[in-house]
């Protein structure tokens, strides 16, 4: 079952969608405003729409997979893989829809915020739904890697296991392009692309979007895959994400993809040429058994600190009801972050 809601729907609605018979889907038109993004980026529209695929048979054992799609991409990219997914791993299926999805406009958020809104929806899923929930999972593709990747270091004790394809796992510049991270039509890098031109972040900015710098603070198993002939995003992405978690002792598996292009196709290995496959051939058992062993963020409600220079930190802090929210750069001997971090 397939339903289309709204982050300000009533939990009595919700039960109503919870108990609703398969295949059952909500017009388009109640499709109203979701819960309100962090009040501190005022210059997001407030609302973050969200699509969840329900199991046809939930149990106290259903779980919650986060499907995110790329840059540029929305919240039906993966609803083939959804539809499929729910009964096969036994997961409400929750695609957000993101600030800076439907379109590709600069200044583009690139992970920062848009990994709060995701984690934002993933708390009202979980408030709002008997889950268990030491069985959270995370899956991005491309721009959508790079988020999940935002939220694995965000939230590291709420996944049980993150799956990456292809991601964008650091913000390239113009250099690094020429060296070979990027393609050449993306002359400033991935900050070109999200700020125009050759322009790039101020370092905090820059690094507080970089789940490379941040890979000790994961807490869980991530599952990379890059294909080998990906000329959208280059190979350095994953195999350099993979060598930052190694290099801090996380558990981390990378598959390289080869033959296969930005979406896998092609690959040499026919269990590996689309995403779906990939995932369904080395990721089933951990989908199926993987659990993590305590609270997740939202209830823990303890401040996660991102280092990023000169003695600068953001921090993702958690309300009374263990909603996320992200402050920053302040020193890291402010406790209560910063008020506002200029970008509103």
Same mark, same amino acid.
């Given at each position: 079952m397939t339903v289309l809601v709204s982050l300000m729907l009533t939990l009595i609605v919700c039960a109503a969608i919870w108990g609703a018979e398969t295949n059952q889907v909500l017009d388009?038109?109640?499709?109203?405003?979701?819960?309100?993004?962090?009040?501190? =980026?005022?210059?997001?529209?407030?609302?973050?729409?969200?699509?969840?695929?329900f199991p046809d048979a939930p149990n106290e054992d259903t779980g919650l997979m986060v499907m995110l799609h790329g840059w540029g991409g929305d919240y039906h990219q993966y609803d083939a893989y959804c539809a499929d997914w729910r009964n096969r791993f036994n997961c409400v299926m929750l695609q957000v829809n993101y600030r800076g999805s439907s379109k590709a406009t600069q200044p583009y958020d690139f992970g920062k915020y848009q990994a709060i809104d995701v984690l934002?929806?993933? =708390?009202?899923?979980?408030?709002?739904?008997?889950l268990n929930r030491q069985r959270v999972f995370g899956w &991005?593709?491309?721009?959508? &890697?790079?988020?999940?990747?935002?939220?694995?270091?965000?939230?590291?004790?709420?996944?049980?296991?993150?799956?990456?394809?292809?991601?964008?796992? =650091?913000?390239?510049?113009?250099?690094?392009?020429?060296?070979?991270?990027?393609?050449?039509?993306?002359? &400033? &890098?991935?900050?070109?692309?999200?700020?125009?031109?050759?322009?790039?972040?101020?370092?905090?900015?820059?690094?507080?979007?970089?789940?490379?710098?941040?890979?000790?603070?994961?807490?869980?198993?991530?599952?990379?895959?890059?294909?080998d002939l990906d000329t959208t995003v280059g190979i350095q992405h994953g195999t350099q994400m993979a060598y930052a978690l190694r290099a801090a002792g996380k558990d981390v598996v990378f598959e390289i993809v080869e033959g296969g292009n930005h979406s896998s196709a092609g690959a040499l290995d026919p269990a590996e040429r689309d995403r779906k496959?990939?995932?369904?051939?080395?990721?089933?058992?951990?989908?199926?058994?993987?659990?993590t062993d305590g609270a997740t963020d939202f209830d823990?409600?303890?401040?996660?600190?991102?280092?990023v220079n000169r003695g600068l930190v953001f921090r993702v802090v958690f309300d009374e009801a263990g909603l996320p929210s992200l402050r920053g750069p302040a020193p890291v001997s402010d406790p209560n972050g910063a008020e506002h971090d200029g970008e509103g």
């Open positions: 388009d038109a109640v499709v109203g405003q979701p819960v309100a993004a962090d009040e501190f =980026h005022q210059a997001f529209e407030g609302s973050i729409p969200i699509n969840l695929h934002r929806a993933m =708390h009202w899923v979980l408030a709002n739904h008997p &991005g593709g491309s721009g959508g &890697g790079n988020v999940i990747l935002q939220c694995g270091k965000m939230a590291p004790n709420t996944f049980a296991l993150i799956i990456e394809h292809a991601g964008i796992t =650091h913000p390239t510049n113009a250099a690094e392009m020429q060296a070979g991270w990027d393609r050449p039509d993306r002359p &400033g &890098g991935w900050q070109g692309t999200a700020l125009g031109g050759t322009k790039e972040y101020p370092e905090a900015e820059r690094l507080v979007r970089d789940p490379i710098h941040h890979a000790a603070l994961f807490n869980t198993k991530v599952h990379i895959f890059h294909p496959l990939c995932t369904e051939h080395y990721c089933t058992e951990d989908l199926l058994t993987r659990r823990r409600k303890t401040p996660v600190v991102l280092p």
